[in-house]
């Protein structure tokens, strides 16, 4: 590749980098509901290999799943309201057990003055307009709902306009070693976007078990709760395991008012996370991931910045596409390699 190619490619970057960031509200739902798609066709596939439902014709399959995702959903809603209201009802208790841990770190740093729980709310709830919050939240749910309707939508039609891609693909590329080509990478970006969500959801499950029964050993409240929290962000490479834990943690050290009990917590929580990324995440990925993680952390950063939350969540599955699209062509073929963890693409 020449400087100038180079140039140009580099201008592409930004370009392309550009349109997603100011094309978010455009592109981001129609990125999402091609992810869910995925998992409906993954989730699909799985339910054709048993025989009670080989006979069914796709349609119902797909329903069958959507229903089983739908109640899934509403659990995991009810659980969530049933133990923040739980959470909530227990503030008093928090609050005192935060003010005697506030003056056993006061105690250990030698400072004379020991907050009070006034001199905190002065300084943290105090300054907080409820009434902007209030707004501020009314408006993220009603933004949030809007959202979920139009990815929903986008899903359907996703749904309903797969049985002609390959006929309209056929038409696009008349040459058939060209169409041959483009069905190859579909394929593969098929296989790696499926094989990447069902596995990684597998090992978020496989994490929140161990997290619940942790937790319940620890006697922490409110265990459900936090596993599902915990397998949840854990879809967030890095980022999401310590966030999981430290949440926990906070919790913990709240609700008992101890040291000690919060950092049985801590090491507890800490190494089933490391079992789960170090022992169990590598052999499982590595069919189906073959990403360097400087480059995880790196697609990380890249697609956090350009879509937020929901861009951390998908950054592993894009770069993966990104890289096969690239692979597909000579000219970009060693920008794949040195992403890739030993070189193979």
């Given at each position: ?22 094309g978010?509200s ?9 992810m ?20 069914l ?33 227990s503030?008093?208790t ?55 309707v ?49 596995t ?59 040291w ?25 990925m ?60």
């Amino acid at each position: 590749m020449s400087v100038r190619e180079l140039f140009y490619a580099l201008m592409l970057t930004v370009l392309i980098g550009w349109l997603l960031s100011i094309g978010q509200s455009i592109i981001l739902p129609v990125v999402i509901a091609l992810m869910l798609a995925y998992v409906l066709f993954g989730a699909s596939e799985s339910l054709a290999r048993w025989p009670l439902f080989r006979l069914l014709p796709f349609w119902m399959r797909y329903l069958i799943v959507l229903v089983l995702i739908g109640l899934a959903t509403v659990f995991l809603g009810l659980v969530a309201i049933d133990n923040l209201r739980s959470i909530a009802a227990s503030a008093p208790t928090y609050q005192q057990n935060a003010i005697k841990l506030v003056g056993q770190a006061s105690a250990m740093i030698g400072l004379q003055d020991v907050p009070t729980w006034d001199t905190l709310r002065e300084l943290t709830v105090d300054r907080i307009d409820i009434g902007s919050v209030s707004l501020n939240l009314l408006s993220s749910v009603a933004s949030i709902s809007g959202y979920v309707v139009l990815v929903a939508t986008y899903v359907l039609f996703i749904l309903l306009e797969r049985g002609t891609f390959g006929q309209k693909l056929a038409i696009i590329l008349s040459d058939g070693e060209e169409r041959g080509a483009a069905q190859a990478i579909f394929v593969r970006i098929n296989r790696q976007v499926v094989t990447y969500l069902s596995t990684k959801t597998m090992i978020n499950v496989l994490l929140a078990v161990l997290s619940y029964v942790i937790m319940r050993f620890a006697d922490v409240e409110y265990a459900v709760f936090w596993a599902l929290m915990i397998g949840l962000l854990n879809y967030i490479p890095y980022v999401g395991s310590f966030l999981g834990v430290g949440i926990v943690v906070v919790f913990v050290l709240l609700q008992s008012g101890a040291w000690q009990h919060a950092g049985l917590a801590l090491i507890l929580l800490t190494a089933a996370q490391v079992y789960v990324g170090n022992w169990v995440e590598p052999r499982l990925m590595s069919r189906s991931l073959n990403l360097s993680p400087l480059v995880v952390l790196l697609s990380l950063v890249v697609w956090s910045n350009l879509w937020g939350v929901l861009g951390a969540i998908i950054a592993v599955p894009m770069t993966s596409i990104v890289i096969i699209i690239l692979a597909a062509f000579p000219r970009s073929r060693f920008v794949p390699v040195l992403l890739s963890r030993n070189g193979e693409i």
